[in-house]
C-alpha cells in the first residue's frame, strides 16, 4: 500500500512564499504527480502536474508563481509558492499515479493559509 504524505502547509501573509513536500513510502514507479487544492465551498482543483520526465503544467491561476518540482529518486513532488494571495488558500493535496497503471494515490491534504 502506498502512502503520501505532504508537509509544509501553514499561515502565511499576502505576498510570502510557501513550500510544500509530498512523499509516496515504498519502491514503486510512478507516473505523474502533482497538487490539487480545495478552497472552502469550492470544488478541488488541480494546481500543477509534472510527469515522470519532470514535464510541468499549471493551471493558469498560479502560473509564474507556483514551482512544481520532484526526485523520482525519493518518490517525492514539491510545490513552491510565490506571490501568495488570500485566494490560494485551500487544502493542498498531492497525487501519485502508479507506473504504467490507472491507480492514483492521494495524501490526506495540508492547509494553506493565506491572510494578513
Known amino acids: 500500500q502506498v502512502q503520501l504524505v505532504e508537509s509544509g502547509g501553514g499561515l502565511v501573509r499576502p505576498g510570502g512564499s510557501l513550500g510544500l513536500s509530498c512523499a509516496a513510502s515504498?519502491?514503486?514507479?510512478?507516473?505523474?504527480m502533482g497538487w490539487y487544492r480545495q478552497a472552502p465551498g469550492k470544488q478541488r482543483e488541480l494546481v500543477a502536474t509534472?510527469?515522470?520526465?519532470?514535464?510541468?503544467n499549471y493551471a493558469d491561476s498560479v502560473k509564474g508563481r507556483f514551482t512544481i518540482s520532484r526526485d523520482s529518486a525519493k518518490n517525492t513532488v514539491y510545490l513552491q509558492m510565490n506571490s501568495l494571495s488570500p485566494e490560494d488558500t485551500a487544502v493542498y493535496y498531492c497525487?501519485?499515479?502508479?507506473?504504467?497503471?490507472?491507480?492514483?494515490?492521494w495524501g490526506r491534504g495540508t492547509q494553506v493559509t493565506v491572510s494578513a
Open positions: 509534472i510527469s515522470s520526465g519532470s514535464r510541468p
Open positions: 497525487y501519485a499515479q502508479r507506473g504504467g497503471l490507472p491507480i492514483l494515490y
Open positions: 515504498g519502491s514503486i514507479f510512478l507516473d505523474a
